[in-house]
């Protein structure tokens, strides 16, 4: 009798000999998606002072290679809200171009003057996500749905196993490392986003894109940002598209050998 | 020879000559702790509000005690993986509330909740919600009650008097078990061959119980800290209080 709980109910290797784990492996490819293939890099959203904004770089890379330089990932969806996602882009264009535009397209067809706000996007998104990670075929993204939700700035994230949670400050990927501690320094609480204007707030959003430019290699200068802001219950979405870093400064390289003008 | 001996090459079994299966992992932990103790018709259920992901903070302001309806005294909390145990609080939101209106406006006993939500883990059994669960409420007769769970439902339908979970577990029980089931506690002058009588604490002894039990856990474990959600249930109803723990 082996004492060990492990061993209990299985076939006695010394009658049976060892078991072979060959047999669990699958003969058929699983077509499920196992790992990202095309992907965008990093979110960067902060809310402030009457809003949200925004911003996603408009590279999709295929592993190291730089493939599509002109990919949004910002989406517009309804008339509260905007959905950032990094990580695969076909499923994120599933996600924006099938799911989230017959969402709309149902919702807004009642025409009974109610219109999806960003909390009812988030929790249709964050739904989706969940159940796709329970049937072992997730969406491989992070998404941050930001917007305008009855009279205040709504700022949240879900990734592929339906994590959600929500925050002042958010970022996606190599973000969440780089720039939530730039945001965080602007912006550590709830309380202080009463504090924060837009113009610190689209400040403070751009820095981040800049030192994610500087230190993310899957990232690229060029990127697109979108400010929600609201009053009340009337929301107005700017987007600044195509917009390539300002002010960039490789003074930092210089001292690194390797990277900047050093000859040996 | 271990593993871990020879660091640049890979044993010679594990030559890349079947194709690598990399296989998607359903499951996260997001830190964070929750504590339940039951006075005699009062009840504290606590949780701090950090949610990680690995080194990283996602948010300090994400709760994990759950009132399961706004006219009922059952209240949930949740800690493990994220999206399980938000899940699970829906689910069981949804069947109190269903109850209710099946039930000609009766609200769910909590010993009905407590059953219930065993047969909502154990029915996920083969692809378990990966959430430790502490339930409690008031009973007809207004006195406390407490359930803890583990993933795949697991209880005691006796229930119990005090309930700690979570990623701080390891460091809250056993502080539980000497303040609160006065463990290792004898009375003086018997020269350790008393021990001192269980009884109930008062309210706000509670209350201090669990406050310094999550300032320790804050000292010591990384994913723990930055609020901590404490909700009180008695007579009086449903009242929750909102303290700061280190952020660091």
């Known amino acids: 009798m082996n004492h060990l709980p492990e061993a209990w109910g299985r076939p006695r290797d010394d009658v049976y000999g060892a078991y072979d784990h060959s047999h669990l492996r699958p003969s058929m490819p699983n077509q499920h998606t196992q790992e990202p293939i095309v992907t965008g890099t990093s979110v960067v959203a902060l809310k402030y002072n009457g809003g949200v904004v925004i911003a996603a770089d408009n590279l999709a890379s295929y592993g190291s290679l730089a493939r599509f330089s002109n990919m949004e990932r910002l989406k517009q969806v309804g008339t509260h809200t905007v959905v950032g996602a990094s990580g695969d882009i076909s499923d994120m264009q599933y996600l924006f171009d099938t799911a989230l535009e017959d969402l709309v397209i149902k919702e807004e067809y009642q025409n009974d003057g109610h219109h999806l706000r960003a909390k009812h996007v988030y929790s249709y998104l964050s739904r989706v996500m969940y159940h796709r990670r329970n049937k072992f075929d997730p969406l491989w993204n992070v998404l941050l749905v930001a917007g305008w939700d009855d009279g205040k700035p709504f700022l949240a994230s879900t990734d592929l196993l339906g994590t959600t949670f929500s925050a002042p400050a958010l970022a996606s990927g190599f973000g969440a490392s780089l720039a939530v501690p730039l945001l965080r320094r602007v912006c550590p609480d709830e309380e202080s986003v009463a504090k924060i204007s837009r113009e610190r707030a689209i400040e403070a959003v751009e820095e981040c894109m800049k030192v994610l430019f500087y230190r993310d290699a899957r990232s690229t200068n060029k990127y697109t940002m979108a400010i929600v802001s609201g009053e009340d219950n009337k929301v107005d979405i700017e987007w600044k598209k195509d917009v390539e870093l300002q002010k960039q400064s490789w003074k930092f390289a210089e001292e690194i050998r390797g990277y900047g003008a050093q000859i040996v | 020879?271990?593993?871990?001996?020879?660091?640049?090459?890979?044993?010679?079994?594990?030559?890349?000559?079947?194709?690598?299966?990399?296989?998607?992992?359903?499951?996260?932990?997001?830190?964070?702790?929750?504590?339940?103790?039951?006075?005699?018709?009062?009840?504290?259920?606590?949780?701090?509000?950090?949610?990680?992901?690995?080194?990283?903070?996602?948010?300090?302001?994400?709760?994990?005690?759950?009132?399961?309806?706004?006219?009922?005294?059952?209240?949930?909390?949740?800690?493990?993986?994220?999206?399980?145990?938000?899940?699970?609080?829906?689910?069981?939101?949804?069947?109190?509330?269903?109850?209710?209106?099946?039930?000609?406006?009766?609200?769910?006993?909590?010993?009905?909740?407590?059953?219930?939500?065993?047969?909502?883990?154990?029915?996920?059994?083969?692809?378990?919600?990966?959430?430790?669960?502490?339930?409690?409420?008031?009973?007809?007769?207004?006195?406390?009650?407490?359930?803890?769970y583990d993933p795949v439902g697991s209880y005691s339908k006796e229930g119990e008097r005090r309930a700690a979970a979570g990623a701080a577990s390891s460091l809250i029980v056993p502080f539980l078990d000497n303040q609160v089931e006065f463990k290792n506690q004898y009375v003086p002058g018997t020269n350790f061959t008393v021990e001192r009588e269980v009884e109930y604490l008062p309210v706000d002894k509670v209350k201090k119980l669990v406050k310094d039990a999550f300032t320790s856990a804050t000292e010591r474990h990384i994913e723990v800290g930055d609020g901590l959600q404490l909700v009180t249930i008695s007579k009086d109803g449903y009242q929750e209080e909102l303290f700061e723990l280190k952020k660091d």
Do not use: W
């Open chain 2, 1 to 148: 020879m271990s593993l871990f001996a020879s660091p640049s090459y890979p044993p010679v079994g594990y030559a890349a000559s079947a194709p690598r299966q990399h296989a998607f992992n359903p499951y996260t932990d997001n830190g964070g702790s929750i504590i339940g103790i039951a006075g005699d018709d009062f009840l504290i259920m606590a949780g701090d509000t950090r949610h990680t992901s690995g080194y990283n903070i996602n948010s300090r302001t994400e709760k994990k005690v759950f009132r399961l309806s706004e006219d009922s005294t059952l209240v949930l909390a949740t800690v493990g993986f994220g999206a399980d145990a938000k899940d699970i609080a829906e689910t069981m939101r949804l069947a109190v509330n269903d109850f209710k209106f099946q039930h000609n406006l009766k609200n769910m006993t909590v010993q009905a909740a407590a059953q219930y939500l065993f047969t909502v883990l154990y029915g996920n059994r083969f692809f378990p919600k990966y959430a430790y669960c502490i339930l409690g409420g008031l009973d007809k007769d207004g006195k406390a009650r407490l359930y803890s």
